[in-house]
Each structure stands twice: as C-alpha cells, then as structure tokens.
Nanobody, 127 residues
C-alpha cells in the first residue's frame, strides 16, 4: 500500500515562499504520475502541477512561473516550490499519485483518477 505524507505547509505573507514535500513509501511503479492538488473552502479540488515518470511536467495557468514541481527519485520524494505566493493560493494542498503516467494528461480536472492521496498540508497566505 502506497502512503504519501505531505509536509512544509504554513502561514506566510503575500509574496513569500514555501516548499512542500511529499514522501512516498513503497512506491515501486516505474510508470507513474504524481501531482499536487489544492482545495480551498467551498471550492472544488484543482490540479496545481503534475509530473510523470518520463519527467514531463504540467502546471495550472494560475501558478505558472511561480510554482515548480520536482522529484528526488532516490528519496521517493515529490516537491512543490511555491514562490510569489498570493492570498488566492490559500488552500489545503494534497499530494497524489497514480500508477499510470497517462493520468497526468487529465490532472487538471481529473483529481478523482489518482489512486493514492496524502492527508494534506495547509497553506495560508495573508495579504
């Protein structure tokens, strides 16, 4: 059973930075998609960024140029570097994974396609 554990959330002022981490245990898929999602109160869960086993990366338009997704395969860890944070970035952030890399093609509106989820980490950006 794959377990995903996020960390790195917190409270920052507008313009600040945070780096989220997602540690994946026993993740042995050679063909995969991993992504970051967020959900603000009263809003639908949305895809923020995704990376597949070939290294292909996708970003939501709202975070392009500000957020960077990366992975350390040796550590089985996924990262999300968030710079120039805005109050509208405030949300619970989730790490997710799926054993099919093509899932990344649908990450934007297809959060339900991901089979494994972390518990989430809260990011709060104040103005």
């Amino acid at each position: 059973q794959v377990q995903l554990v996020e960390s790195g959330g917190g409270s920052v002022q507008s313009g600040g930075s945070l780096r989220l981490s997602c540690a994946a245990s026993e993740y042995t898929y050679s063909n995969y998609c991993m992504g970051w999602f967020r959900q603000a109160p009263g809003k639908e869960r949305e895809g923020v960024a995704a990376i597949d086993s070939d290294g292909s990366i996708s970003y939501a338009d709202s975070v392009k140029g500000r957020f960077t997704i990366s992975q350390d395969n040796a550590k089985n860890t996924l990262y999300l570097q968030m710079n120039s944070l805005k109050p509208e970035d405030t949300a619970m952030y989730y790490c997710a994974a799926d054993g099919v890399k093509e899932t990344c093609s649908y990450y934007s509106g297809g959060w339900y396609l991901f089979g494994y989820w972390g518990q989430g980490t809260q990011v709060t950006v104040s103005s």
